[in-house]
């Protein structure tokens, strides 16, 4: 069963900054989703404010409820240096990776909290990650890696479900 929603691939993005990485990540998303790059950039920095969605040392997940979108929509780039990521009130903390996550309201909630767990949970792992910065110039690769990442997910949700 697959887990993730539709994920589109944005690599080796060139960018510096995390205001130019979601300006790259929007403008691409905002075709299919049909919003104005602005709106999913705002939805993004509110998100932002909350607290910051970098979770382990090189990769966040930055998700924004998008209210005008039928469909959640997933968007993994892999930039081709590390950029800083936080605010500057904060300790510098760099990305390379980020998996974004613009969520339909249609969305049930709690399952959203659970992809956004279960993502962070399978993205630790370090192996893989590596797997993901050696592949950056290779689509196919890069294809091949969120299938094992969806089947990851899909084989946790069956033996957590198993469990209970």
Request: aromatic share 6%; proline share 5%.
């Amino acid at each position: 069963m697959k887990v993730l929603p539709d994920t589109m691939i944005l690599s080796p993005l060139f960018c510096y900054s995390r205001k130019r990485l979601f300006e790259e990540i929007c403008e691409q998303a905002s075709t299919e989703l049909k919003v104005e790059p602005q709106i999913l950039i705002d939805a993004l920095n509110t998100r932002e404010t909350e607290g910051s969605t970098v979770f382990f040392t090189g990769i966040a997940i930055p998700h924004a409820l998008i209210k005008k979108i039928g469909k959640s929509k997933g968007i993994l780039s892999i930039l081709d240096k590390p950029i800083p990521f936080n605010s500057i009130d904060s300790d510098p903390q760099y990305i390379d990776i980020a998996y974004t996550l613009f969520v339909s309201p249609e969305e049930d909630y709690e399952e959203i909290e659970r992809l956004l767990r279960d993502v962070t949970a399978t993205l630790a792992n370090q192996d893989l990650l590596n797997s993901l910065r050696l592949s950056r110039n290779e689509p196919t690769k890069i294809h091949l890696i969120i299938e094992k990442i969806d089947q990851l997910l899909d084989e946790n949700r069956k033996s957590s479900t198993q469990n209970t």
